[in-house]
């Protein structure tokens, strides 16, 4: 009879292991992303400035670009909103944001007039005027829940 018991005893803790071993590892598949991992960005259509909205909707954070204003002449700005429900937005998109031409120019942002803190996020972010050459820019938004968000025009 105590081997019975021994021998149940054991079939449970192996299967309570097993379980325990199964839902850890699907925890950490879930949560690899990688610090230089890129999430795919939805071109969704275009709005009064003639440029795609964008938007960035997987990994921890879903973020939406809307280009307001796309100049080599003024300032390039964007309306950027960003939502989440599992991981704190404490950061400034200002020191967190690069606009890139075509040409390999790099542009740092004036400002930045969303909030900080908190799951919810929307304010307008500016660039200065990029080249007159550029064919293209890119925004690059780093580190928003785990991963780079990049943002992508063709320039008219």
Do not use: C
């Amino acid at each position: 009879m105590k081997d019975n018991i021994k021998i149940l005893f054991l079939i449970i803790l192996g299967i309570a292991m097993g379980f325990l071993v199964f839902t850890i590892g699907k925890n950490n598949q879930k949560n690899s992303l990688t610090d230089k991992q890129v999430q795919s960005v939805q071109k969704v259509g275009k709005e009064s400035s003639g440029y795609a909205k964008q938007e960035a909707q997987n990994a921890e954070v879903a973020v939406e670009v809307i280009p307001l204003k796309l100049s080599s002449e003024e300032n390039t700005e964007f309306d950027i909103s960003l939502s989440t429900h599992s991981v704190n937005l404490d950061k400034s998109l200002k020191e967190i944001s690069v606009l890139e031409d075509d040409k390999g120019n790099i542009y740092n942002p004036i400002s930045w007039s969303g909030e900080i803190g908190g799951h919810h996020a929307k304010g307008n972010l500016v660039f200065p005027p990029f080249s007159k050459d550029a064919k293209s820019i890119k925004l690059t938004i780093e580190q928003i829940g785990k991963a780079d968000r990049i943002f992508n025009w063709v320039l008219k």
